[in-house]
């Protein structure tokens, strides 16, 4: 069965601070995709990153990386120099991809807290 | 593409009324997801489609809760009777996972519901 784990509820940083996100996936297809979502204080959710199973290279994207371990099952995701627009809550979601079955289960998210 | 496009953006209703809500996914997009989501619970898949076809409602919560897509740009999600543990916010999502690509899921602004 497909499951997301992430076990930080919430994290409060200080502005310029460096924060990882952690996340822990399930599944036992060998073919899946994760994701990463934003959800600022105004309540939408913004797609930020999809990877693939077959592929572990590490992205970055401004002060957004992503670390994707299949040895850890593990899709971290760091925010260098966080800024107080940050503020959001942070989901990651696992896809597996079996035909006439995709679905998105998401993990109970990361509230992150940037003070000035 | 104006996205995925839900309505009401807010309900408001008595506990025993009928609740319906509405969404009109991307078009082209031939899987849609309605979830949702609680302080409590997270974000909660309901019940997903494919070409308009009932997937997996396994995350339907109880008969009261009903989804249907009658065609490829519109679906609709009704709880009868609600009751205030349905108080939540409802996101619509689709994807265009059935062209053999795995993509992300695009949300809605979402319906934020409170039964009183």
């Known amino acids: 069965a497909q499951k997301v784990t992430q076990a930080q509820t919430e994290i409060s940083v200080v502005e310029k601070e460096d924060v990882t996100l952690d996340c822990v996936y399930e599944?036992?297809?060998?073919?899946?995709?994760l994701f990463w979502y934003k959800q600022p204080p105004s309540g939408e959710l913004v797609f930020l990153i999809r990877r693939n199973s077959f592929d572990e290279q590490n992205e970055i994207s401004g002060r957004y990386s992503w670390n994707f371990q299949k040895s850890t099952s593990s899709f971290n995701f760091t925010i260098t120099a966080s800024q107080v627009v940050d503020s959001a809550v942070y989901f990651c979601?696992?896809?597996?991809?079996?035909?006439?079955?995709?679905?998105?289960?998401f993990g109970t998210g990361t509230r992150l807290k940037v003070l000035a | 593409d104006a996205g995925v496009i839900q309505s009401p953006r807010h309900e408001v209703t008595e506990m025993g009324q009928e609740v319906t809500l509405r969404c009109k996914p991307i078009?082209?997009?031939?899987?849609l997801f309605w979830y949702r989501q609680t302080m409590m619970r997270g974000l909660e898949l309901l019940i997903y489609?494919?070409?308009?076809?009932?997937?997996?409602d396994s995350g339907m919560p109880e008969d009261r809760f009903s989804a249907k897509m009658p065609n490829a740009s519109f679906s609709t999600l009704k709880i009868q009777p609600s009751e205030p543990r349905d108080s939540a916010v409802y996101f619509c999502a689709s994807s265009p996972y059935g062209t053999g690509k795995a993509t992300e899921a695009f949300f809605g602004q979402g319906t934020r519901l409170t039964v009183v």
């Open positions: 078009s082209g997009h031939d899987y």
């Open positions: 979601a696992l896809s597996e991809a079996r035909r006439g079955t995709y679905k998105y289960i």
């Open positions: 489609f494919n070409n308009n076809v009932p997937i997996d």
């Open positions: 599944t036992r297809d060998t073919t899946y995709y």
